[in-house]
């Protein structure tokens, strides 16, 4: 990963060998106008800070991507949006695909794991917001599996190993020692995938340790994508650890801003 500041916004650039019409970022916490908890790139309308600062800041990234950063309403769900030139910032979905150059797939995190994907052909992009929940999904197909659809051709949605090459970047989340979570956490992975129980570290008080990024990389590779870059679970990807460069819902009690991570085609 390439860490690379610019006036006026603070990003890093994946490290992956993306065909070159494929663009991407990840912004960091600085470069923007806001204030206090939000300091200073926060690009969440939804968390409280000034909706001008939130202006400001998007309209910042819009001028550094150089394409325009489609905003969605996240739930952690499932749902893929599929991007054309009048999808208004607001629409509902926890990821986004376009094959339109200059829009860019957008997805905010502030502990959630960011996953960016294209095919090796450079046609097609997709942003995925993997919180457990969407992780997790419904009996085993979760936000990866549907977005994983997309790059699909129709004749071939059933047919893993007939797919596109695809390429991952798994961007900064919350690391697996800080994300403590319950035995329905661990349930809802693993009754569907047994395998999960290994990214789960059981604690002396009944909790367990969830290691996200590693449980997005298992299910990645069940759908065949092995070109998996970005977060290893190592501490300089955790959100909780560096206040100084990331946003945390948890380590803020749940006042914090929102970093955005961001792939595009060129135009």
């Known amino acids: 990963m390439t860490c690379l500041p610019l006036d006026p916004v603070d990003y890093w650039v994946p490290d992956w060998p993306a065909p070159s019409n494929v663009r991407a970022l990840c912004t960091t916490r600085g470069g923007g106008v806001s204030q206090g908890p939000f300091a200073s790139l926060n690009l969440g309308d939804h968390v409280g800070d000034d909706p001008a600062h939130v202006a400001q800041n998007r309209e910042r990234l819009h001028r550094t991507l150089g394409a325009r950063p489609v905003f969605l309403r996240q739930v952690h769900g499932t749902a893929i949006h599929t991007l054309v030139p009048d999808t208004p910032d607001g629409t509902q979905a926890d990821g986004a695909t376009t094959t339109t150059p200059g829009l860019a797939c957008t997805i905010m995190v502030a502990d959630c794991l ?34 994983h659809q997309c790059f699909m051709p129709p004749a071939l949605v059933d047919a893993a190993r007939e797919a596109p090459e695809l390429i991952a970047w798994l961007g900064p989340c919350i690391g697996p020692q800080a994300f403590e979570v319950g035995a329905d956490v661990v349930a809802a992975f693993t009754d569907e995938h047994p395998a ?18 590693g449980l997005a990389r298992q299910r990645l590779r069940a759908l065949g994508v092995t070109c998996v870059y970005g977060n290893d679970g190592s501490a300089p990807w955790c959100t909780v650890g560096d206040p100084l460069r990331f946003f945390s819902h948890r380590r803020d009690a749940g006042v914090s801003g929102r970093l955005a991570a961001c792939v595009w085609l060129a135009a």
């Open 114 to 147: 960011p996953v960016l994907l294209c095919d090796a052909a450079g046609t097609r992009v997709a942003a995925v917001h993997a919180g457990w929940r969407g992780l997790a999904g419904v009996r085993g197909r979760g936000v990866l599996e549907q977005a």
């Open 196 to 213: 999960a129980q290994d990214c789960f570290t059981p604690q002396p008080n009944g909790k367990w340790l969830a290691n996200l990024p």
